[in-house]
């Protein structure tokens, strides 16, 4: 209780949420307004007015422009100034292939569909192959995720270990644990008060998840679809047992500092 109400920690939850609203938020509304996707065009002339169609099925901007080398356009899109090549009546390139589980890009699918005489961006077996220049990586989401997880343990354990710390030593310089180990045993203390502050860590670990998912859903950000939900859970199990680990290694380390009596 006197942790929660303490105002350095709604200060530093205000921050928190203040840091995990900008993150994710400021990406997804700046995605809105992206500029076109640029996709080459190799062979017939009719390759420029399927691009623009798909374009307008998936209401995207697109901007084709012509190659006369395949070669050429292929080095443009490794280079990572093209999105995609379609190779009329052939075939489109993406840069990398996609990952398992996954599928191609909307855009690169929806000129397959259409450059094989379909009439909407819905995948069909007749539609043309879409190959990808480089070898599939782990999902972004993925990582993005993992990422988020070790530093949000890393904050969780520095954060209330110190804490915890302090108040072992604020406990000793008081002389209040004399009068707390006079009627319970000093392991019952340790874990009551890494129990007692690991409240308060979940309580504001659970505003960032709140504001995480609050605002992914309101900006329509990718994050919150892509985020793997195996990450999270292995995340969840680690930070529990990382806070326990190490949170009780700081309440040990502060109960063995020495507390010096000032002599009137």
């Known amino acids: ?14 921050v928190l949420v203040a840091a995990v609203v900008l993150a994710v938020g400021i990406p997804a509304l ?13 062979g017939g002339a009719q390759g420029i007015a399927t691009v623009r169609e ?3 099925v998936l209401k995207q901007k697109v901007a084709p422009i012509r190659f006369a080398s395949l070669a050429v356009a292929t ?10 090549v379609y190779v009329v009546g052939k075939r489109v390139l993406i840069k990398q292939t996609p990952s398992s589980g996954t599928g191609s890009p909307a855009l690169a699918d929806a000129i397959a569909q259409l450059g094989a005489g379909g009439r909407s961006a819905v995948p069909l077996t007749t539609a043309l192959p879409v190959n990808g220049l480089e070898k599939a990586a782990k999902p972004l989401p993925t990582r993005l995720t993992g990422r988020a997880v070790c530093i949000l343990i890393y904050i969780l354990v520095m954060t209330y270990g110190q804490r915890i710390t302090s108040g072992v030593v604020e406990e000793k310089a ?4 004399e009068i707390l180990l006079s009627s319970i045993r000093p392991t019952q203390l340790l874990i009551g008060k890494v129990l007692g502050i690991g409240a308060t860590a979940l309580v504001q670990v659970a505003a960032l ?10 900006t329509g950000s990718s994050v ?9 859970v292995v995340g969840a199990l680690w930070m529990v047992l990382g806070y326990a680990l190490y949170c009780t ?6 109960s063995m500092v020495k507390i010096g009596r000032a002599h009137v």
């Open 209 to 218: 998840v709140a504001a995480f998912f609050i605002v992914a859903s309101a």
């Open 54 to 56: 798909a374009g307008a």
């Open 30 to 42: 700046l995605s809105g307004s992206s500029k076109p996707h640029k996709i080459g065009v190799v």
């Open 224 to 232: 919150l679809h892509g985020a793997a939900a195996g990450v999270v």
């Open 249 to 254: 290694m700081f309440a040990a380390a502060g």
């Open 75 to 84: 080095s443009q899109l490794r280079a990572g100034k093209l999105s995609g």
């Open 1 to 14: 209780n006197e942790r929660i109400g303490a105002r350095s920690y709604r200060i530093t939850t205000v």
């Open 174 to 177: 008081s002389r209040v644990v």
